[in-house]
């Protein structure tokens, strides 16, 4: 007779995922994350609203401001942090049809590849995408521009 895992039962991993609040390009991308079916509980921080959570993320003192600003951040309960292109995969292994993602990253070579890429769109995403007002948090100040 074989044993099944219940998954129901199963403790689903959380991450604390630490994003920039006010750059365009990030409120977009969190957007899209929270659309995702992810097998783990994701909780979105936006920097600027840190302090409110502050104390229930493990791991978060021991990150400056001026490095959480740089790149996102994603960190487990176990206090264990994931920055830049090594955030964003930690994410999609979470995700239903994007685990395969992860093993491409593991091709050598690529995470020097990915984590390059990612510090290159990191530093010129204001200058492509944008700002917003950090009340603007969730979008809710965005309007369409006029021709």
Not at 15 to 26: R, S
Not at 33 to 44: D, M, P, Q, V, W
């Amino acid at each position: 007779m074989s044993k099944r895992l219940d998954t129901s039962k199963r403790k689903r991993d959380k991450l604390y995922v630490i994003y920039d609040g006010t750059c365009n390009l990030c409120l977009t991308s969190v957007r899209r994350l929270k659309e995702l079916r992810s097998n783990a509980i994701l909780r979105f921080v936006s920097i600027q609203s840190l302090e409110d959570s502050y104390e229930e993320i493990p791991g978060i003192d021991s990150v400056s401001h001026e490095r959480l600003m740089s790149k996102i951040h994603v960190i487990e309960q176990n206090g264990h942090i994931y920055a830049g292109a090594d955030g964003i995969i930690r994410i999609l292994r979470t995700v239903r049809g994007f685990a395969w993602l992860a093993l491409f990253y593991r091709v050598p070579g690529m995470r020097g590849v990915a984590d390059v890429l990612y510090r290159f769109i990191a530093t010129k995403r204001y200058d492509w995408f944008g700002k917003t007002d950090e009340s603007c948090e969730n979008g809710a100040c965005n309007l369409p521009r006029r021709n």
